[in-house]
T-cell receptor
Framework: GAVVSQHPSRVICKSGTSVKIECRSL??????MFWYRQFPKQSLMLMAT?????????EQGVEKDKFLINHASLTLSTLTVTSAHPEDSSFYIC???????????FGDGTRLSIL | QKEVEQNSGPLSVPEGAIASLNCTYS??????FFWYRQYSGKSPELIMF????GDKEDGRFTAQLNKASQYVSLLIRDSQPSDSATYLC??????????FGKGTRLHILP
């Protein structure tokens, strides 16, 4: 149980393109979903927390107009990187939790490469 | 003081030995504690979680929690080369926010 699906697994695109990443909880309802970014050999960096039906809470230093998060249902959250630039190239990982003291379960991540 | 602290390593352990990974946290009101394993280039996967003081065993893994000392550890018995990875400690604070440590790189020597 507790499977989180993230799609796509890899994106390579030109600078200026907007990229949408989907995160789905397959066998549980996710009251909260999280989006992380991880650069090579660096630790996880929390970008934002989203609850179904409400606006995402962004961490300090994360541009909410650049990283658009939509948590439309209890099983789906999307992250859109708008007008992506090479410095946005990174490994983006989502996670979901069903609430309370439950652990976060991670998707397989999306490797984004902006040329 | 960082909220969740781990030694970055690398921690080198001979194959077959016990690997001991440690984590301290600053929020005394924290209630839930998690260990994740992350292979290079992959996303983290949940290994264990623990809520109560004491030990919790699952196969070769044992999580230990001491809330008075604000200390949580993960023991890996009979270490295998496939255990080589970065281990992330995560702590849920009293406000339900989960804070991750920076991880300890574990290297099992064949």
């Amino acid at each position: 149980g507790a499977v989180v699906s993230q799609h796509p697994s890899r994106v390579i695109c030109k600078s200026g393109t907007s990229v949408k990443i989907e995160c789905r909880s397959l066998d549980f309802q996710a009251t909260t979903m999280f989006w992380y970014r991880q650069f090579p050999k660096q630790s996880l960096m929390l970008m934002a927390t989203s609850n179904e039906g409400s606006k995402a809470t962004y961490e300090q230093g994360v541009e909410k107009d650049k990283f658009l998060i939509n948590h439309a249902s209890l099983t789906l959250s999307t992250l859109t990187v708008t007008s992506a630039h090479p410095e946005d190239s990174s490994f983006y990982i989502c996670s979901a939790m069903s609430g309370g003291n439950q652990p976060q379960h991670f998707g397989d991540g999306t490797r984004l490469s902006i040329l | 003081q960082k909220e969740v602290e781990q030694n970055s390593g690398p921690l080198s352990v001979p194959e077959g030995a016990i690997a001991s990974l440690n984590c301290t946290y600053s929020d005394r009101g924290s209630q839930s504690f998690f260990w994740y394993r992350q292979y290079s280039g992959k996303s983290p996967e949940l290994i264990m979680f623990i809520y109560s003081n004491g030990d919790k065993e699952d196969g070769r893994f044992t999580a230990q929690l001491n809330k008075a000392s604000q200390y949580v550890s993960l023991l890996i018995r009979d270490s295998q080369p496939s255990d080589s990875a970065t281990y992330l400690c995560a702590v849920m604070r009293r406000d339900d926010k989960i804070i991750f440590g920076k991880g300890t790189r574990l290297h099992i020597l064949p």
